[in-house]
């Protein structure tokens, strides 16, 4: 069992570029989610999904866009990166959403736009 | 609004016992989650808590007071492999997590 996975691990950026990252998840889960952190801050939801097709947004949306195709695949895309994205990014996922759901994370991207 | 504060780092010695607290304001509750991150790495789940008092689990244990919004995490026999962030995240009535931004522990030999 892979978990999650994401991809890339590392990424650098020009201003006004685009990209695309990558979260797969093998277990089966309905609810899929996108973070951001930042040092001094706690983690920060980007967009969410609570199954295939659907997307929602979280705390910090601006700037991003989600696609869910496929219940185990979860995209996270910039189209027009800034270096306020600057940023380590995490996927996770998880079964559902009542109170004792807990979260599996991806490995993270570190993501640096200049 | 709701708000998460947790001590920002704390050193501690190898084999000794250390105790992270978490005071929260969230909108509603529906249980409060510890997990663990290394550096570089991704957070991964340590405890969840709903009812108050101490939910104990090996070397780590954590406690819940709903009426005082208040948690803490304990580790005890400290282990170098315990350095790491401890991140500490209730859960609104929305079922959303709310993150504080972590404690770093860093443990001495």
Same mark, same amino acid.
């Given at each position: 069992?892979?978990? #999650?996975?994401?991809?890339?691990?590392?990424? /650098?950026?020009?201003?006004?570029?685009?990209?695309? !990252? =990558?979260?797969?998840? $093998?277990?089966?889960? &309905?609810?899929?989610?996108?973070?951001?952190? $930042?040092?001094?801050?706690? =983690?920060?939801?980007?967009?969410?999904? /609570?199954?295939?097709?659907?997307?929602?947004?979280?705390? /910090?949306? $601006?700037?991003?866009? /989600?696609?869910?195709?496929?219940?185990?695949?979860? =995209?996270?895309?910039? &189209?027009?990166?800034?270096?306020?994205?600057?940023?380590?990014?995490?996927?996770?996922?998880?079964?559902?959403?009542?109170?004792? &759901?807990? !979260?599996?994370?991806?490995?993270?991207?570190? =993501?640096? #736009?200049? | +609004?709701?708000?998460?504060?947790?001590? %920002?780092?704390?050193?501690?010695?190898?084999?000794?016992?250390?105790?992270?607290?978490?005071?929260?304001?969230?909108?509603?509750?529906? +249980?409060?989650?510890?997990?663990?991150?290394?550096? +570089?790495?991704?957070?991964?789940?340590?405890?969840?808590?709903?009812?108050?008092? *101490?939910?104990?689990?090996?070397?780590?244990?954590?406690?819940?007071?709903?009426?005082?919004?208040?948690?803490? *995490? *304990? *580790?005890?026999?400290?282990? @170098?492999?315990?350095?790491?962030?401890?991140?500490?995240?209730? @859960?609104?009535?929305?079922?959303?997590?709310?993150? +504080?931004?972590? %404690?770093?522990?860093?443990?001495?030999?």
């Amino acid at each position: 069992n892979a978990g #999650v996975t994401q991809t890339p691990k590392f990424r /650098v950026l020009k201003t006004g570029q685009s990209m695309t !990252l =990558l979260c797969a998840q $093998d277990m089966n889960h &309905e609810y899929m989610y996108w973070y951001r952190q $930042d040092p001094g801050m706690g =983690l920060r939801l980007i967009h969410y999904s /609570v199954g295939e097709g659907t997307t929602a947004k979280g705390e /910090v949306p $601006d700037g991003y866009n /989600v696609s869910r195709l496929k219940k185990q695949n979860f =995209l996270l895309g910039l &189209e027009s990166a800034a270096p306020s994205q600057t940023s380590v990014y995490f996927c996770a996922s998880s079964p559902g959403r009542t109170e004792n &759901e807990k !979260l599996f994370f991806g490995s993270g991207t570190q =993501l640096s #736009v200049l | +609004g709701q708000n998460i504060d947790q001590p %920002t780092e704390m050193t501690a010695t190898e084999g000794a016992i250390v105790q992270i607290n978490c005071t929260y304001q969230t909108s509603g509750f529906n +249980g409060l989650f510890w997990y663990q991150q290394h550096a +570089g790495e991704a957070p991964t789940f340590l405890s969840y808590n709903v009812l108050d008092g *101490l939910e104990e689990k090996g070397r780590f244990s954590s406690f819940l007071s709903r009426s005082k919004g208040y948690s803490y *995490l *304990l *580790l005890k026999e400290l282990q @170098m492999k315990d350095s790491a962030s401890y991140l500490c995240a209730p @859960m609104d009535s929305n079922y959303q997590l709310i993150w +504080g931004a972590g %404690t770093k522990l860093i443990i001495k030999p």
